[in-house]
């Protein structure tokens, strides 16, 4: 059974960091897309940022461009998302995902999702 568990989030200041990580385990997706995705209360969830497994450049949403950085450790089977320079329109539940398909626009879909982490930048 794939589970993918997100840690990491929590309270931050406006201008701070937080570092995010995922640890996949049932199945190696070392050679498969990974990334990440947020909801704030009272919106959909959206794409931040994704790893994919061509070994191609990091998609990033332009809303974290600069700020977020996407990595992850394949022996670990584990992702990271660096957050700098937070600001409170960043507050959300971010969710890991494994398997991302990018359909264009702002459609993805992920065969696996996290429980989510809670991330909340106050001003």
């Known amino acids: 059974q794939v589970q993918l568990v997100e840690s990491g989030g929590g309270l931050v200041q406006a201008g701070g960091s937080l570092r995010l990580s995922c640890a996949a385990s049932?199945?190696?997706?070392?050679?498969?897309?990974m990334g990440w995705f947020r909801q704030a209360p009272g919106k959909e969830r959206e794409f931040v940022a994704v790893l994919t497994s061509s070994g191609g450049s990091p998609m990033y949403a332009d809303s974290v461009k600069g700020r977020f950085t996407i990595s992850r450790d394949s022996s670990m089977n584990t992702v990271y998302l660096q957050m700098n320079s937070l600001k409170p329109e960043d507050t959300a539940v971010y969710y890991c995902?494994?398997?991302?398909?990018?359909?264009?626009?702002?459609?993805?879909?992920?065969?696996?999702w996290g429980q989510g982490t809670q991330v909340t930048v106050s001003s």
């Open positions: 995902a494994a398997d991302t398909t990018y359909f264009g626009g702002s459609r993805w879909r992920a065969d696996y």
């Open positions: 049932g199945r190696t997706f070392s050679s498969r897309p």
